[in-house]
């Protein structure tokens, strides 16, 4: 099947910074990547849809100014979290959609990224 | 988006069949059934989808019901490794720009 990853896999910062977490579809253009939030034992948040080549559509409660996304190529997505918190340490995951499934569809997930701001 | 019921946990014994419950009453014609996994401290896995008819791939298999009111998520022998969160989705590609709106799932434990 098709491969998402994400890096980093894991990292930590300080309170007050900016943490950018890449997504890649490692074998096929994505004109679509999503990306999601997951707190400790609760389920997956979608936090928005990030289009290739313009802006994101962000989920109602979702600050889209202190969640960047940048969909800059078919196969890149970059979201970052600015003037990070405590509150924002979480599990962040990405996922994209195989173009030409529009009926079956079928999303590939990356790994996630664990976020832990200190 | 149409909203699905899980039980929150089960447990299974390695080697076993299981059958993974999903009530969507008030699913629509055109909603698919969509079934993820999510192992520990890992991104979703893809497991099966259908429509209406029973469905089986390499993973599990799908059994729809006639009234496409429940469906469920069988795996045949379950391993140590099957051992995950089970999500059951319903999915419309027409106005949804293909998001998908995960609920609780099940936990599903296997015993050795």
């Known amino acids: 099947g098709a491969v998402v990853s994400q890096h980093p896999s894991w990292v930590i910062c300080k309170s007050g910074t900016s943490v950018k977490i890449e997504c890649r579809s490692l074998?096929?253009?994505?004109?679509?990547m999503f990306w999601y939030r997951q707190f400790p034992k609760q389920s997956l948040m979608l936090m928005a849809t990030s289009n290739e080549g313009s802006k994101a559509t962000y989920e109602q409660g979702v600050e889209k100014d202190k969640f960047l996304i940048n969909h800059a190529s078919l196969t890149l997505s970059t979201l970052t979290v600015t003037s990070a918190h405590p509150e924002d340490s979480s599990f962040y995951i990405c996922s994209a959609r195989v173009p030409g499934s529009r009926d079956s569809y079928e999303q590939y997930f990356g790994p996630g990224t664990r976020l832990t701001v200190t | 988006d149409a909203k699905t019921t899980q039980p929150n946990s089960m447990e299974s014994n390695e080697e076993e069949p299981v059958h993974l419950p999903c009530n969507h009453s008030t699913i629509s014609g055109t909603d698919y059934i969509h079934w993820y996994r999510q192992l520990p401290s890992q991104g979703p896995e893809y497991v099966i989808h259908?429509?209406?008819s029973n469905v089986n791939n390499r993973m599990a298999s799908l059994a729809i019901a006639e009234d496409r009111k429940s469906s469920t998520l069988i795996l045949h022998r379950a391993t140590l490794r099957d051992a995950a969160v089970y999500y059951c989705i319903l999915f419309n590609s027409g106005g949804s720009n293909y998001k998908l709106t995960f609920g609780k799932g099940t936990l599903l434990t296997v015993n050795p």
């Open positions: 074998d096929f253009q994505a004109t679509t």
């Open positions: 259908g429509l209406t």
